[in-house]
T-cell receptor
């Protein structure tokens, strides 16, 4: 039973437009969430995080939104750039437990 | 500065062979994690070290999997009598502080193929 779901395996967006990547979770105890980005043949790199006391966190072109009642979070990238093309993983945890990762969404930003 | 390194990057093993995968974390990082990533899936937690102490090994899938970090720095993940279902990318990550809520820096992974 997947506790963290990313239901879109892939997403294509035109350069300059907004990319929205979605993540749903089932465990209501999760209270800390991360997004990681992964290029081929490299390990994942940390992108942005959010704790459950907030509903939004912004870092440059990247914004993460958390809807606790819906157990849903999303990553917005504005404007999208070709270098953003990668696999994006959502991960969730609660105190004392290790992170659970979603299966990833492959983003392609088309020039 | 140097990031997390892993060796070998690729390993092909015949079913039944033992393998050892090495992780060199970022110098001074207290915490070290091992993950298994199957094709098309996200990383799945295997085990966690704080310095040389293995605090959590709940994710190790069987007693064929063993990890150590004897001096609190380099870590080795050993898989005995490999099976085809062990084929995956094994990722190592380290973080500066103790605990799991700190930013983890990942290595490039070791791709293990069991034939």
């Amino acid at each position: 039973d997947q506790q963290v779901k990313q239901n879109s395996p892939s997403l294509s967006v035109q350069e300059g437009r907004i990319s929205i990547l979605n993540c749903d979770y089932t465990n209501s105890m999760f209270d800390y969430f991360l997004w990681y980005k992964k290029y081929p043949a490299e390990g994942p790199t940390f992108l942005i995080s959010i704790s459950s006391i907030k509903d939004k966190n912004e870092d440059g072109r990247f914004t993460v939104f958390l809807n606790k009642s819906a157990k849903h979070l999303s990553l917005h990238i504005v404007p999208s750039q070709p270098g953003d093309s990668a696999v994006y993983f959502c991960a969730a945890a609660y105190y004392g437990q290790n992170f659970v990762f979603g299966p990833g969404t492959r983003l392609s930003v088309l020039p | 500065g140097a990031g997390v390194s892993q060796s070998p990057r690729y390993k092909v093993a015949k079913r039944g062979q033992d393998v050892a995968l090495r992780c060199d974390p970022i110098s001074g990082h207290v915490s070290l994690f091992w993950y298994q990533q199957a094709l098309g899936q996200g990383p799945e937690f295997l085990t966690y070290f704080q310095n040389e102490a293995q605090l959590d090994k709940s994710g190790l899938p069987s007693d064929r999997f063993f990890a150590e970090r004897p001096e609190g720095s380099v870590s080795t993940l050993k898989i005995q009598r490999t099976q085809q279902e062990d084929s995956a990318v094994y990722l190592c990550a380290s973080s500066l502080s103790a605990g799991v809520f700190n930013e983890q820096y990942f290595g490039p992974g070791t791709r293990l193929t069991v034939t």
